[in-house]
């Protein structure tokens, strides 16, 4: 029947909850979740407020805006500029009407501290707390409904609950950026790790280590075990009693399901809620522009793949997403470790001993790249990699693979009961 492969990011320990044959993972759109777990997503750009959004307080205690404070305070600047009474040597003797302005200057100064202090005193108040923590108190709240409730109170407070939302939206993205995956098979032996993966000294630790197997993998009640103090292998990192289980969120019906419960409740008709309710609702092409360029990179060997480069057609580019054939099965193809060469695939090249297996990998804007790197030291590597896709696919498909998959791909999401796709 073959071994199952699961994906894990061992040194996370995450792991996903669904695993399969790799003759039919890869093959059957299974790997787009993988770039889901590596697409850093890009923050959309905040309409700018206005500066009558932001609370300021004033001198009674209450808060205006900062526009009403700039005005109020260049006024207080312009008096300040008024020419003072020149200063006078010692020696100098001086005249009543002197004395007099003297006076008046004392007594401003005495009505300047009482302000001073009248501001000091007064009773803090949540609206009347600086920007920083109002930021703070956001950040702090776990439940987004309650965020939300918090933003709706004015377009001040929106401003900093929307980007409470955006955290929480883009925090289902890029959850393993930058971590070492492996897609591992069942058969994988002890001390059988990919190059690099673990120090001398950690796999000194996990050649000591044990683990139990249970006799159901869906049972709850790992107590109830097939084989006890089993040598501890890679494929383990799977087992839940070791690793986090992700599950993969729909973004698109996550934020529709959020603009939904306010839309059950009386908050729907407060006009507040109409106005961010288009914000609420977002899909993944709000992370992800798909007028930029988008890279697979290999932050362990350096190495980045181009998705044009990838792609069957470039209409099928739609950001780090490519349809048919992308990002996600370059990586699975190439993160792939057992100790087995049995896969249920046709292909005759080594797939279980992946070139890229237990490498730190993500995807990112080639404009994100260049900031970050200046393209020392990188290597491209698309058209090998292209080379080593196009071989997979044909094994499994023939010579004509690319317009076989096409169309497989295109009666299965689109429901074309012809062929309609021709190279």
Request: glycine residues 6%.
């Amino acid at each position: 029947m073959g071994q199952t492969f699961h994906l894990v990011a061992p040194r996370a320990k995450k792991t996903l909850a669904w695993g399969g044959k790799l003759g039919e993972m890869l093959f059957d759109g299974s790997a787009m979740e993988l770039v889901r777990l590596l697409a850093v997503p890009v923050r959309p750009q905040n309409p700018p407020e206005t500066a009558s959004s932001i609370p300021a307080p004033t001198r009674n205690g209450r808060c205006t805006t900062t526009t009403q404070m700039a005005s109020h305070g260049a006024a207080k600047a312009m008096d300040g500029m008024k020419e003072r009474p020149k200063r006078k040597a010692d020696s100098e003797v001086n005249s009543p009407s002197q004395r007099h302005k003297q006076a008046k200057t004392k007594d401003d100064d005495n009505r300047a501290d009482t302000y001073n202090h009248s501001v000091i005193d007064r009773p803090v108040t949540f609206s009347t707390l600086p920007p920083e923590v109002h930021r703070l108190i956001f950040t702090c709240i776990e439940c987004i409904e309650d965020v939300f409730r918090l933003g709706l109170a004015n377009r001040y407070f929106w401003s900093i609950g929307r980007e409470r939302m955006h955290d929480y939206y883009t925090s289902f993205f890029g959850r393993w950026a930058s971590e070492n995956i492996v897609c591992v098979g069942e058969d994988v032996k002890p001390d059988d790790y990919p190059p690099g993966l673990f120090s001398a000294e950690e796999l000194d630790v996990l050649r000591q280590k044990t683990n139990d197997i249970p006799y159901d993998w869906d049972d709850d009640d790992w107590d109830n075990v097939a084989f006890a103090n089993e040598p501890f292998t890679l494929h383990h990192f799977t087992f839940p009693s070791i690793s986090t289980t992700e599950q993969d969120v729909c973004l698109s019906s996550e934020s529709r399901a959020l603009a939904g419960h306010f839309s059950d409740l009386d908050i729907s008709k407060d006009p507040a809620f109409n106005h961010i309710r288009s914000e609420m609702r977002v899909n993944e092409e709000t992370y992800f522009p798909q007028d930029q360029q988008w890279i697979l990179r290999n932050l362990t060997t350096k190495q980045f793949v181009r998705s044009e480069a990838i792609a069957l057609k470039p209409e099928f580019i739609h950001g780090p997403s490519i349809s048919v054939l992308g990002f996600g099965e370059v990586v699975m193809s190439r993160i792939c470790w057992s100790a087995s060469s049995f896969t249920n695939m046709s292909d005759t090249a080594n797939i279980s001993r992946g070139v890229w297996a237990g490498h730190r990998l993500d995807i990112t804007t080639l404009a994100r790249h260049r900031d970050e790197s200046n393209e020392v030291g990188w290597s491209d590597a698309s058209d090998e990699v292209a080379r080593e896709i196009a071989a997979i696919w044909e094994s499994e498909y023939g010579a004509d693979w690319r317009e076989t998959v096409c169309n497989h791909w295109y009666q299965k999401y689109r429901g074309f009961s012809r062929p309609v796709y021709s190279v």
